[in-house]
């Protein structure tokens, strides 16, 4: 779908939110321990998981040195 500048999107009518898995990556590598990184990735997660619909499923997937599910 392509939107065009000053154009309205079409409206997606959304079922119940048990129809949903949403899958979360979250990075644990080297590169998040400067200062605040990973503080501002727990806080983002934070914000999305209650942003779900009622009745979803949703998974966490961190990775660093290893793939982690949670």
Do not use: Q
């Not at 939107?3 to 997606?12: G, I, Q, R, S, W």
């Not at 501002?40 to 209650?50: D, E, G, V």
């Amino acid at each position: 779908m392509e939107v065009l500048k000053d154009e309205e999107p079409e409206m997606t009518e959304l079922g119940a939110g048990n129809e949903f898995h949403f899958i979360f990556l979250v990075d644990r590598s080297g590169s998040m321990r400067s200062v605040g990184r990973m503080e501002a990735a727990i806080n983002a997660l934070s914000i999305f998981i209650r942003s779900l619909p009622t009745g979803c499923v949703f998974s966490v997937v961190s990775f660093g040195s290893r793939l982690t599910w949670m």
